[in-house]
């Protein structure tokens, strides 16, 4: 058995490092309400965004035009959102997974990497990354996503990557999780919204849709547009990506901070156990110590009155 | 007082709701020229170019703003602006704008091959937009 001083060592150790799980589980928690509010925030506008890119290209059909239809390169441009910082949970893990697992292989995929855990997981794996912007995750702003959506949509344009991905992580809700892997481009009928994976837009149109759908879609037939259609849509594409990308980011910090603040509470929790268990060793080696010393005590009065 | 000219306008942002009341005509700049919204406008969406966005709340009081980019969705009875980039005149650097007119100007007066004209004229339009909805 273990000494004293060890198990106490032993314990003290835990003690501290349960400290530190417990700040982190707290800071990650205050995080996650801030993003959380702020994803509120901007819920409203990419639902309008939502409705009207669906309602144009509802409208227009098989337009020819290069955002609609795919490139002809193979290659791929992937947007990659992960944080750049660890311990929380499998959240950096899964997305890679997600990336690695699907049909985008590492010879026709450059990865345009936010967060500095996915971008090296992914070079480890043999991804060609393209871009880097890691420091755009810790606070990120609209023009950072508008930034990103002009570098891949220049590159799309130029004919270098025939589709555009973004991998990011849901937010549903606080313990819910979800790696997504959604195309961008080309935008085709059935938009990114539209499947239940994805997560903002999915939610809010399920949310709103009952009650002013058909209302809504009279009235949109009727909508006229100026420019026209195509042009409309040549213009207002980019917006739509980059509405989708900074959303993504969006989610991808309330996830991030979610996935944390459980990791740590778990590990907070099980430090519990571990010093529980200690503290029950610690109470039986003392208590053998004690009945030790007893029995020498007696043993040695006797041995001197006999 | 319930105005019958009124209708509700809308405001968002990515970050904000940024405007969210009545209005008896807005007047803002589209890529296809200026234009003034009243009540019953036919369905109408337009791209934003940078300019004034001038909001009539009511027959003398006006706001006005810095809208840079973004669509506009013009209803019968509502007007809602997605924005990108909107700035109310006292959120707007004058100081910064000025400079980003004067070196717009510069690369326009300049006309070396390598200047993106197309952005100069951008960036002249944004700055111009802010200043003079600075002024206001």
Not at chain 1, 7 to 19: D, E, P, W, Y
Not at chain 2, 81 to 100: G, N, S
Request: charged residues 30%.
């Amino acid at each position: 058995m273990a000494s004293m001083r060890d198990i106490k060592r032993r314990k003290v150790s835990i003690q501290s490092t349960q400290q530190i799980t417990k700040a982190m589980k707290l800071v990650s928690t205050v995080k996650l309400q801030r993003a959380k509010t702020r994803a509120e925030r901007s819920k409203a506008y990419f639902h309008c965004m939502y409705d009207t890119i669906q309602n144009i290209i509802a409208r227009t059909g098989h337009v020819d035009h290069p955002y609609l239809v795919k490139g002809d390169s193979d290659r791929k441009a992937v947007i990659v959102i992960t944080s750049n910082r660890g311990l929380a949970g499998g959240y950096n893990s899964n997305i890679v997974k997600l990336v690695a697992g699907s049909d985008l292989t590492n010879d026709v995929v450059d990865i345009y990497a936010v967060g500095k855990k996915g971008r090296d997981l992914l070079k480890r794996r043999g991804y060609n990354i393209k871009a880097d912007r890691s420091e755009v995750i810790n606070e990120p702003l609209f023009k950072d996503a508008m930034d990103i959506t002009d570098e891949v949509l220049a590159s799309y344009m130029q004919k270098e990557v025939g589709e555009v991905w973004l991998a990011y992580t849901g937010f549903k809700n606080t313990v819910s999780h979800i790696p997504t892997l959604i195309k961008l481009l080309p935008v085709d009928g059935k938009l990114p919204g539209d499947d239940d994976t994805e997560g903002l837009s999915a939610e809010e149109a399920g949310e709103e849709k009952p009650a002013g759908d058909s209302d809504k879609k009279e009235v949109m037939s009727l909508m006229n547009y100026e420019p026209e259609e195509s042009e409309a849509l040549e213009l207002i594409i980019p917006k739509y990506v980059s509405s989708i990308v900074y959303g993504a980011f969006i989610e991808a910090v309330a996830s991030e901070n979610g996935a944390r603040m459980q990791a740590m509470d778990s590990a907070t929790s099980n430090a519990e156990d571990m010093i529980g268990a200690l503290e029950l060793q610690y109470n039986r080696a003392r208590q053998g110590h004690i009945t030790q010393e007893l029995t020498e005590i007696i043993g040695g009065a006797e041995a001197l009155s006999s | 007082m319930a105005d019958e000219r009124a209708f509700a306008l809308k405001i968002i942002t990515p970050d904000r709701v940024f405007y969210e009341g009545e209005a008896i005509m807005v007047e803002l700049r589209t890529t296809e020229g200026e234009i003034g919204v009243l009540k019953n406008h036919i369905p109408l969406t337009c791209v934003i170019a940078p300019g004034l966005l001038r909001i009539r709340e009511t027959d003398t009081e006006v706001k006005t703003a810095a809208l840079i980019s973004g669509f506009v969705e013009i209803l019968q009875d509502s007007v809602t602006i997605l924005a990108e980039v909107i700035e109310w005149p006292d959120e707007i650097d004058v100081k910064r704008a000025e400079e980003a007119r004067v070196r717009a100007e510069r690369r326009l007066a300049e006309k070396a091959d390598t200047t993106n004209l197309k952005r100069a004229e951008l960036a002249l339009q944004r700055s111009v937009a802010r200043i003079e909805a600075a002024k206001k």
